[in-house]
């Protein structure tokens, strides 16, 4: 049925912007977010494990991450784990629990961050596409089957597109806020 075309095309695209969203909570902007520890795994018991399943991780200052791994033991392996991520801070270690102290961004690396929006935002537009030109296939194909006409055809391509235009602005909305939590700090 055509009307689940838009319905699919509606859920896949609010699915793109929310992985959207997740990818822009990974890039550091200053301010302390348990997010940008995400894709860190530790090495616990020979298996690499989320770092959110290992310890609490909380934000007791603006600029600061406190992380308290529920099994004492496991702190050191923590620690390996966040030198050897991509977070580009280095953890401070106490013997119970780890500090890390995001530093505060310089004008220079705000603007390489405001890049890296930029090509996320690329990415996620070229996502959006592909459903789009998915969405339209399908419309075709039920056109060739005989099951729509020319006209109901134009019709789905034109609801296909307002649903494309709203997701793009919600992008470039999530985009902007993002950029002002990069720069503003």
Request: a negative charge; glycine letters at 4%.
């Amino acid at each position: 049925m055509a009307a689940d075309i838009l319905k699919e095309t509606k859920q896949r695209m609010s699915k793109a912007i929310d992985a959207y969203r997740n990818e822009l909570a990974t890039i550091r902007a200053g301010r302390a977010n348990a997010s940008i520890l995400n894709h860190v795994n530790v090495l616990y018991y020979g298996v690499p494990t989320p770092l959110n399943q290992l310890a609490s991780i909380t934000v007791p200052e603006a600029r600061m991450l406190l992380i308290s791994p529920y099994d004492k033991s496991s702190l050191t392996e923590i620690e390996k784990a966040i030198l050897q991520s991509d977070v580009g801070i280095t953890p401070s270690n106490d013997g119970s629990v780890i500090r890390l102290v995001i530093p505060a961004l310089t004008q220079e690396r705000r603007q390489e961050l405001v890049k890296q929006v930029g090509k996320e935002q690329e990415n996620a537009k070229i996502v959006l596409r592909n459903i789009r030109r998915d969405a339209i296939d399908q419309t075709k194909k039920m056109q060739k089957d005989n099951e729509l006409t020319e006209d109901d055809v134009k019709d789905y391509e034109k609801d296909i597109q307002v649903i494309i235009d709203e997701a793009t602005k919600e992008l470039e909305k999530v985009s902007a806020e993002k950029e002002a939590e990069i720069l503003g700090d």
